[in-house]
Structure formats: C-alpha cells, structure tokens
C-alpha cells in the first residue's frame, strides 16, 4: 500500500512554478554555537544555529525521513548555518519558507530530484485491548503541557500523532497512520517519561532528544502500538550543496 505524502504536493509546486525572493537576505555558516533562535515575523524570518537539513525541510515542506544526503546536511550533530532574510512586503509563514527555495539554490548551489523508495516505516495501529482516547470536543487541535508531565491532546487526529512519532529518535524511521481512525480524540501522553513541571520549551527539546523508547508507553497509555513494516516513500534526494554558502 503506498503512502501518499502530503507534501509532495509542495514539493511539486515549489518545483514547477517560481518561488518568491526575499529583498535581502543573509546566509552564513554559524561559528558561535550556542542556542538555537527560529523565529518567523510578518515580513521576515531569523533561523540561526540550524542544519542545512532543516532549512529544505522548511523550504519544500516535507519531514526529515524524507531528505536523502550526506551527513553534514541531515544530522543533528551536522554544520549549523544562520539565515536572516526579509521580505519587500509582508507574507504569511508558507510564503516566506517559500522563499528559501531560491535563497537556498543560488547561496548552497542546492541540486535535488524526487524518487521514491521503500522504506522501512512503523505502523501505528490498535493494540489487543483496544484504545483509551476519548473523542474530541469539536474545537481546535493543540498540545498542551500536562502538570503531572508530558502533554494533553485535543482534537487530535491519528494521521498527526503518527507525523509526531515519525519525528522521534526512538523511532528512527516514519511513523504511518494505520489505526482506521478517522476523528479527532482527547488524550492525555507522558510516552517518555518527563518530568512535570517543566516549561513548554523544555518539554519539547525533552521530546525530540530523548532516548527514551516510547513503544511500550504508547500500548499502556494509549492502547495503541507500533509495528515494523517497509512502504514506499516520497523521498528528497540532496545530489550536491556546497558545505560554504557563497558570501552575501
């Protein structure tokens, strides 16, 4: 059964029709290390200390598992770059993620064509005993922290929980929506472990550097589970990009 990945849909776009530019922008490799700044206003966008990975993940709108390339463009441990750039005039968040397409090309000299591969994938379904969420009240869809630890789920589709577990070095691959479920649910996930009390920032770097496995978490919690399959996927391959990004 073949994924169908939503964003191949922008990829196809941001490949088939010209990309906005930003009037100015400035590209650097990061040599100060420190924290990381990601911040998008209304006419401009400021990303330092992020991985070259990130920045195509931004521009054509697709997940990490979906970018082939050398490790110093994927890794989290990779080369770190600072982009500042502003817009001539004010645009949405997707507008301006946008512009990196032609920002990325002309500073990295970026070459990359579409494939897709056979993976392998987790597939996240039902366990024996069934599910415990709840269904969802109708409103907006948002995590939250919970006091006792992790985060509280409102109106949470399947298909998002899954991206979410796909994003987890615990997992280490894609995670597929195969649960049948199609509303949106209530639930409330402490799936590693954290510690209550800690703020929403902490919480989500925890999250994304833990490795702490969340497999049995998820049967106890949530009565759901994830099972080891290969699927086709619609992959970004990175064929060259210069390590230096050519001066400003």
Same mark, same amino acid.
């Given at each position: 059964m073949k994924i169908v990945i939503a964003a191949a849909a922008a990829v196809l776009l941001a490949q088939s029709t010209p990309a906005?530019?930003?009037?100015v922008a400035s590209v650097k490799a990061n040599t100060r290390g420190g924290g990381t700044t990601r911040r998008i206003d209304q006419q401009s966008l400021t990303y330092l200390n &992020?991985?070259?990975g990130e920045f195509i993940e931004m521009a054509y709108d697709v997940r990490r598992y979906q970018i082939a390339g050398e490790d110093w463009i994927t890794s989290p441990a990779a080369n770190r !770059? @600072?982009? &500042?750039? *502003?817009?001539? &005039?004010?645009?949405?968040?997707?507008?301006l993620r946008r512009m990196l397409v032609p920002l990325l090309a002309e500073r990295f000299h970026l070459q990359m064509h579409r494939e897709t591969r056979t993976l392998p994938v987790y597939a996240l379904g039902?366990? *024996?005993?069934?599910?415990? %969420? *709840?269904?969802? @009240?109708?409103?907006?869809?948002? $995590?939250?922290? @919970?006091?006792?630890? =992790?985060? +509280? !789920?409102?109106?949470?589709?399947?298909?998002?929980?899954?991206?979410?577990?796909?994003?987890?070095?615990?997992? =280490?691959?894609? &995670? $597929? @929506? +195969?649960t049948g479920l199609s509303g949106r649910y209530n639930f409330t996930a402490n799936l590693q472990d954290l510690p209550a009390g800690a703020s929403a920032e902490e919480l989500k770097r925890a999250v994304f550097e833990s490795d702490t496995a969340v497999f049995a978490a998820l049967e106890e919690?949530?009565? %759901? *589970?994830?099972?080891?399959?290969r699927a086709p996927i619609e992959m970004l391959i990175v064929d060259h990009a210069d390590r230096v990004p050519t001066d400003d």
């Open positions: 906005p530019q930003f009037e &992020v991985t070259l !770059y @600072d982009i &500042v750039a *502003k817009a001539a &005039v004010p645009a949405s968040e997707r507008e039902i366990a *024996k005993g069934g599910h415990q %969420l *709840k269904d969802g @009240d109708g409103g907006k869809q948002y $995590v939250s922290p @919970d006091p006792g630890g =992790g985060f +509280r !789920y409102r109106n949470y589709p399947m298909a998002a929980l899954a991206e979410t577990l796909s994003l987890l070095r615990t997992t =280490g691959r894609p &995670v $597929v @929506d +195969r919690q949530l009565g %759901l *589970k994830l099972t080891a399959e």
